[in-house]
């Protein structure tokens, strides 16, 4: 398959987007947990020169100004069955909302599986379009984000919802 990558800068440091064919396959921070060897990204391209990373771009963009809450962009992250199901229970979660673990596992039918749920976001390849940093603690608390807390206290105060924000004492 064709495999290749670009880089984009963002708000949020340098994204790294790769794809196969005509479908996102991976999204990456710089100091991403788990990013893929440099040699599995397949060639560089610059954005410009390629439709789907230049619509990616665009919508990236447009997200992080706070002008898009969903993307729609095709998808196609490598995963087994279970993870699969995981993600596609993150992508429902909707802007401004989050879930935990817990409750994912609970919706997948085996509650005492919230430690694999986990695992599963960890592994989630396609940050951001894949909204993993919506899955909190149970006790609501930020937990592991693969580009980092702040990071994810930064999508999740962008998604803030208005009033929520005006409440805020800080």
Not at 79 to 84: E, I, P, R
Not at 124 to 152: E, F, I, M, Q
Request: some cysteine; charged content about 20%.
């Amino acid at each position: 398959m064709d495999t290749r990558h670009t880089v984009i800068d963002s708000g949020l440091g340098p994204l790294t987007l790769v794809a196969r064919g005509r479908a996102l396959s991976g999204l990456y921070f710089a100091d991403h947990v788990r990013r893929p060897a440099e040699e599995a990204l397949g060639p560089r391209v610059p954005a410009e020169e390629d439709p789907l990373f230049a619509e990616a771009a665009e919508q990236l963009h447009d997200y992080l100004a706070g002008r898009r809450r969903h993307f729609a962009l095709p998808l196609a992250p490598e995963g087994d069955t279970f993870q699969h199901a995981v993600w596609d229970l993150v992508k429902a979660v909707p802007h401004g909302g989050t879930t935990t673990y817990g409750a994912i596992a609970e919706r997948l039918g085996t509650p005492r599986l919230a430690q694999r749920v986990g695992q599963a976001v960890g592994a989630n390849p396609l940050c951001v379009l894949v909204p993993c940093h919506r899955v909190v603690g149970a006790d609501n608390s930020l937990t592991g984000y693969a580009g980092g807390l702040a990071r994810k206290r930064a999508l999740l105060t962008l998604e803030e919802p208005t009033e929520v924000a005006a409440s805020r004492l800080f």
